[in-house]
């Protein structure tokens, strides 16, 4: 069994998204897709082609839109060695439509699909004898109690040493936010490194600010960094608190860069980076993923991030 260093977990879904903007989705007009898709696949496939040994724990259908998803692993070199094509389940699916101003909307099917039937028993404990870095996310938490019991599993398989990024991820449409709190809090309490986006601190730790929650977390001894979408990210460890600014690029694609800027994280940190550093590197490891079509078509390679750092 291929025994990776980076493992992630949670659905795997190809993207159908609208062509124009401001077309809702409760109307007949023009897609493209297929694109490969889902947080942790796009965080997993990242990871990847910033050059370290990535494998995934997932399902997809016996469909094209799972060969989609499998002929990007292949291509990037993401180990496909723990995801089951499932015979009697489609691929998951997620439509967007964007809207002036940046807003999205998302018609999911996942829970019914073949990521909704993941469970620990897809989840060996020899897959991570090797593992230095396991990266969760709350979304993956949220979709179903066998998927949530598959990613905390997941946890305590992660060897002595290795480190949890967790991402929570989650839209408050999908549970209340007491739910997410009490789901979450389990890998929250384990993390090293937190990696919210724009108002999950407060939301999970109930404090007043994006900024108290994030100290409260970085005074227990964990990593934390603010993603910040255009404007970078803030890092807090010990008593540091750094405002790490963003690349300016032309946005074309906002989904996607925040799991790519988690990957980006886990690479720099596995290098031994230190945290300021990791933050420049993720900020151009995400400025890069906003620039191109489709949720992981933009995740850059090393090469690329190092042209962006370099030039600037
Ligand atoms: P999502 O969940 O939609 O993937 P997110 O909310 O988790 O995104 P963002 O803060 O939007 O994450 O983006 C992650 C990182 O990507 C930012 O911290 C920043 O480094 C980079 N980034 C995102 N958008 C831009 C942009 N328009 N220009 C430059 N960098 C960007
Ligand atoms: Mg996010």
Redesign the pocket.
Known sequence: MNTPEVISIGNMLVEVMRVGVDEPLDQPGSFVGPYPSG?TP?YIDTIARLGHQAGFIGAVGQDDFGVCLLQRFARDGVDASCVQTLADHTTGVAFVAYFTGGRRQFIYHWRHAAAGQLSPQYVHPEYFSNARWLHLTGCNLAICESARQACYFAMECLPTGGRLSF?P?IRPEVLSVEEIREICQPVLDRADVF?P??NEAMMLTGASSDEAGCRSLSERGKLVVL???????RIFYNDHDIQVP????H?VD????????CAGITVALLEGMRPEEAGRF??????L??TVKGPMEGSPTRETVHGMLDAR
Do not use: Y
């Open positions: 947080d796009i991402d991820n990696l986006s724009v993603k910040q979408g255009a404007s970078g990210c963003g690349f300016a690029v946005e906002p989904t996607g860069a925040g799991d790519a800027f993720a900020n151009a490891v995400g400025a993923a906003v």
